[in-house]
């Protein structure tokens, strides 16, 4: 059974880091490319950052560009985001996908981690 | 950048009922478009994928059908599992997922 399990969300003043992992298992994750996904409180789906199976292609959106960075250790079926710069309105819950091939979406999600960007 | 419009934003109805959900796109996104389904407090489900493509395990219930710019996703006969927000998204060398729908009971 495919399992995603985020961890590293909490509570961070603006402007500080965080560093979200998303542990893969129940899959060959180095066959996989992964994305990150967000939710604002009572708001919609906003797409982050993608990475494909080997590391070596990533996107990430405007809103984060900069700020974030994705990467993937497949020796320990880990996927990463490093969020740097924080503001108000990263305030969301991070979902982990696992990529369904190479191709811009995903066909397992992890349960999520809540980022809370307050003073 | 592609932009999407998903309508209506919520739709009562009632066990048994059909339903459908329609997805815009601003531009042709060919047939890449996955539809989802999201409860409260979980990670997106996958249901729908290459705008008619069922995934695995998904009931037959659900069904996608469009291409170019206009997309459906219809519910057959609406069951107490299905009361939930869906949302599409296209993959068209990019990700932008619609605003969701909101299906409650009636």
């Known amino acids: 059974e495919v399992q995603l399990v985020e961890s590293g969300g909490g509570l961070v003043q603006p402007g500080g880091s965080l560093r979200l992992s998303c542990k893969g298992s129940?899959?060959?994750?180095?066959?996989?490319?992964m994305n990150w996904v967000r939710q604002a409180p009572g708001k919609g789906l906003e797409w982050v950052s993608y990475?494909?199976?080997?590391?070596?292609?990533?996107y990430y959106a405007d809103s984060v560009k900069g700020r974030v960075t994705i990467s993937k250790d497949n020796a320990e079926s880990t996927l990463y985001l490093q969020l740097n710069s924080l503001r108000a309105d990263d305030t969301a819950v991070y979902y982990c996908?696992?990529?369904?091939?190479?191709?811009?979406?995903?066909?397992?999600w992890g349960q999520g981690t809540l980022v809370t960007v307050s003073s | 950048d592609i932009q999407m419009t998903q309508f209506p934003s919520t739709l009562s109805a009632s066990v048994g009922d059909r339903v459908s959900i329609t997805c815009r796109a601003s531009?042709?996104?060919?047939?890449?478009l996955a539809w989802y389904q999201q409860k409260p407090g979980k990670g997106p489900k996958l249901l729908i994928y290459k705008a008619s493509t069922l995934e695995s395990g998904v009931p037959s219930r659900f069904s996608g059908s469009g291409s170019g710019t206009e997309f459906t996703l219809t519910i057959s006969s609406l069951q107490p599992d299905d009361f939930a927000t869906y949302y599409c998204?296209?993959?068209?060398?990019?990700?932008?997922f619609g605003q969701g729908t909101k299906v409650e009971i009636k």
């Open positions: 990475i494909s199976s080997s590391g070596r292609t990533i």
């Open positions: 998204q296209q993959y068209d060398g990019s990700w932008t």
């Open positions: 129940g899959f060959t994750f180095s066959a996989y490319s």
């Open positions: 996908g696992r990529g369904f091939g190479e191709l811009l979406f995903s066909d397992n």
């Open positions: 531009q042709s996104i060919s047939r890449l």
